[in-house]
């Protein structure tokens, strides 16, 4: 069963960011690299994945989907869904997307986009 976490840890040095990969920080807990806990894509009952992207100007953050290996072109990889609003920051996004997930039910996945 996933891991719904609506916050980043205490030390997180990735703020922000949509890395799934966390560095490790020396001297806590989990000095060492490994997977984030606050990062996340998932998938529903149907097999459509969501994940956070950034917007086209970049500077809001959003929850898209799409249709299971449906990649898209550029930049777009998916769909804005409209059942969240857009956020300032990225962890903001990813946090109402761990919500919804939890909600939901849907089941993490590691292959969608990052």
């Known amino acids: 069963m996933p891991e719904y976490l609506k916050f980043r840890c205490c030390m997180c040095p990735q703020k922000n960011?949509?890395?799934?990969?966390?560095?490790?920080?020396?001297?806590?807990?989990?000095?060492?690299?490994?997977?984030?806990?606050?990062?996340?894509?998932?998938?529903?009952?149907?097999?459509?994945?969501?994940?956070?992207?950034?917007?086209?100007?970049?500077?809001?953050?959003?929850?898209?989907?799409?249709?299971?290996?449906?990649?898209?072109k550029g930049l777009i990889r998916g769909k804005c869904?409209?059942?969240?609003?857009?956020?300032d920051s990225f962890d903001e996004a990813q946090i109402d997307l761990n919500i919804e997930a939890e909600k939901r039910g849907w089941e993490e996945i590691n292959d969608?986009?990052?």
């Open 17 to 72: 960011d949509s890395s799934r990969i966390c560095p490790g920080v020396p001297g806590i807990l989990h000095p060492n690299e490994s997977p984030c806990r606050l990062v996340k894509a998932y998938k529903d009952n149907r097999g459509w994945e969501y994940f956070v992207q950034a917007g086209i100007g970049g500077d809001t953050y959003k929850t898209f989907y799409r249709k299971p290996g449906k990649a898209g």
């Open 112 to 114: 969608a986009p990052a």
């Open 81 to 87: 869904w409209r059942p969240v609003p857009w956020r």
